[in-house]
């Protein structure tokens, strides 16, 4: 699904200087790499503040911990995405209320959520899914209204930009009280290891998720809260400090192999291609199509397969169907669009090293198979 090693070969010997330099100076942890990063990235984002930690789940908990929220407070997050939102809510004895999406974004909208929200609810998390941003203006606009956070998941679309309707923009996890994300080696930023960040234009709320991600300290060893131990390792802040600086170009590449899939599968009548939300740029962390009904999934996937193109499903299941995210039966509880995503969705090879004759050769093989369907059905 991703060329990793092609990425690397092509900035070696910037990265291999980088690290060695860590290695040299034996600064491991909080290396001045680190905090060098973290002001990279504030600018690269506009955004005040960047706290980075250890990983992108646990950007999330400390998100949410540094909310002041009591058990049983409700946390609404979008019922087709990753687990990461809806584990830490749990682990932290709050409640995971799971919403329902937009069956061509993919993601929360306004009115999946509204469907959901209870006088508990305290945080709504948009997963900007596949690298684009959820759209946030009527979304901040119901937290508003109803006194609630929002923690903006942006593991997957760092980089996207969101336009609101007078024209302002902003880059994707600078909207909310807090952005999260994960440096996970095949994100669009990836280190290489685990590595994750929060973003936020409030100061006091900084202050806390720094103190929660190391030990709830404030000066060393004094403890001003409960916290955990989550450090972003300086080895990866140094390959991080050199990939910032090539994401925009790692981004561009995404959009140029997402633009020659749907020139090429445009009259396909088998595939809808992605379709980009409303006022958000599209990073295209995944390319993924959603197949017509009555063909056959699986089928597809062995064809790809045996062609050695990878083709994988995200996400093969609703988060509401595994038994530690059940939902509270409920008359108006309603998930037919996470449903039928889960069951028509498949991504093809998404990376920055898809050249011409890789992306053809996908393509060309997506449609023989779909060729060889429409001859047998006639
Ligand atoms: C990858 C991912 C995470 C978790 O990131 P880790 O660094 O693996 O912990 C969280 N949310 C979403 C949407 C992701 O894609």
Do not use: W
Request: with cysteine; hydrophobic share 40%.
């Amino acid at each position: 699904m991703v060329d990793l090693k092609g990425q690397y070969i092509k900035i070696q010997k910037e990265v291999e200087l980088a690290m060695q330099g860590v290695v040299n100076n034996t600064t491991f942890i909080n290396g001045p790499e680190v905090q060098e990063f973290a002001t990279n990235l504030e600018n690269y984002l506009s955004v005040a503040n960047v706290i980075t930690c250890g990983n992108g789940t646990d950007a999330l908990q400390i998100a949410l911990m540094s909310l002041d929220l009591q058990p049983g407070d409700e946390i609404i997050c979008p019922d087709f995405t990753f687990v990461a939102t809806a584990e830490v809510a749990e682990l932290l004895g709050l409640k995971t209320v799971l919403a329902d999406v937009d069956p061509s974004t993919f993601m929360l909208t306004e009115k999946t959520i509204k469907n959901v929200i209870s006088p508990k609810t305290k945080v709504i998390v948009p997963v900007h899914l596949f690298g684009q941003c959820t759209n946030m203006e009527p979304i901040l606009k119901l937290a508003k209204e109803h006194n609630l956070f929002v923690i903006e998941d942006t593991a997957q679309a760092i980089g996207a930009e969101y336009t609101f309707s007078n024209g302002e923009k902003a880059m994707a996890g600078t909207m909310g009280d807090i952005g999260t994300s994960s440096f996970f080696p095949s994100k669009n930023l990836g280190c290489y290891g685990d590595g994750g960040a929060l973003f936020t234009n409030n100061n006091t709320l900084a202050k806390k998720c720094k103190s929660i991600a190391n030990h709830g300290m404030g000066e060393r060893y004094f403890y001003e809260c409960v916290g955990i131990n989550s450090r972003l390792d300086t080895i990866q802040a140094a390959v991080l400090n050199v990939k910032l600086n090539y994401l925009n170009e790692y981004n561009a590449a995404r959009i140029r192999a997402a633009n020659y899939y749907n020139k090429a599968l445009l009259d396909c009548k088998y595939v809808t291609t992605p379709v980009q939300s409303i006022n958000s740029s599209h990073v295209y962390h995944q390319y993924t199509l959603k197949l017509a009904a009555g063909i056959n999934r699986d089928e597809l996937m062995a064809y790809m397969n045996k062609k050695e193109i990878p083709v994988k499903i995200y996400y093969p299941k609703p988060l509401h169907s595994f038994s530690p995210y059940k939902q509270e039966p409920n008359s108006s509880l309603n998930f037919e669009h996470t449903e039928a995503l889960c069951s028509s969705v498949f991504s093809l090879p998404m990376h920055t090293e898809l050249d011409e004759e890789t992306l053809k050769y996908i393509t060309d093989s997506l449609r023989a198979f779909f060729e060889n369907i429409s001859s047998k059905i006639s």
